[in-house]
């Protein structure tokens, strides 16, 4: 079973509308990043997150850790086809479980149409 | 600046074929990785290693072989292809253990066992 969650699975939305993408653990995460991947290629780094409650932003995305550590989103305002691709988050599990593993959640696939 | 480098980017082999898909990275991180991405599993560790001479098991070790002989490479051997070795393998790196920053990742390998 994947110890990181994300939801919905899957995404279309029409240009323009905001969204949200969720991630969600049932253990506490020591650090929380969040990719992305266009179709075929590598993937790019977004976000890390840290401390409960900590928002980040670029451009228009925004992602959130909540107070507990065990649950991310992430949002897009105005989306642009440019916006689409797999978006994928992944949690440190170090130390606090005394693994190095850094693992990621299944993966949300975002289409954007016109 | 080269990052991570991986080696071959496509590779097609027989069951029960042997085969090594090599990583590289100039940064001087210390932290190496392995995944492997298949459709709708996003991207689950295989091994990884906390620096030369240390290697352990991810979330899907078994069939797959890793050493770390240098700080630079992080090869990862297959002994014995079998057709559920079929994925799209990412080496990834990062400065050191645990929540230390973001994860770089290479292009990806394509590797289809038939």
């Known amino acids: 079973s994947q110890e990181l969650e994300q939801s919905p699975q899957s995404l279309i939305v029409q240009e323009g509308k905001n969204l949200t993408i969720n991630c969600t653990s049932s253990k506490t995460l020591y650090g929380l990043y969040w990719y992305k991947q266009k179709y075929g290629e590598g993937l790019i780094f977004l976000m890390m997150?840290?401390?409960?409650?900590e928002e980040k932003s670029h451009e228009k995305i925004t992602a959130k850790l909540d107070e507990k550590k065990q649950q991310s989103s992430l949002h897009i305002t105005a989306s642009q086809p440019s916006h689409a691709g797999i978006y994928l988050c992944?949690?440190?599990?170090?130390?606090?479980?005394?693994?190095?593993?850094?693992?990621f959640g299944t993966g949300t696939r975002l289409q954007v149409f016109p | 600046n080269a990052g991570v480098t991986q080696t071959p980017k496509f590779q097609v082999l027989k069951t029960g074929q042997s085969m090594t898909l090599q990583c590289a990275q100039d940064?001087?991180?210390?932290?190496m990785s392995w995944y492997r991405q298949d459709p709708g599993m996003g991207l689950r560790l295989i091994h990884y290693s906390v620096g030369a001479g240390i290697t352990d098991q991810g979330e899907v070790p078994n069939g797959y072989n890793v050493s770390r002989s240098t700080t630079e490479d992080f090869p990862l051997r297959l002994l014995s292809a079998a057709p559920s070795q079929t994925s799209v393998y990412f080496c990834?790196?990062?400065?050191?253990?645990?929540?230390?920053?973001?994860?770089?990742f290479g292009e990806g390998s394509r590797l289809t066992v038939l």
């Open positions: 992944g949690a440190d599990m170090w130390p606090r479980y005394n693994t190095d593993k850094l693992i």
């Open positions: 990834a790196s990062r400065f050191d253990r645990g929540n230390t920053g973001e994860l770089f």
């Open positions: 997150l840290q401390k409960g409650g």
């Open positions: 940064m001087n991180h210390e932290y």
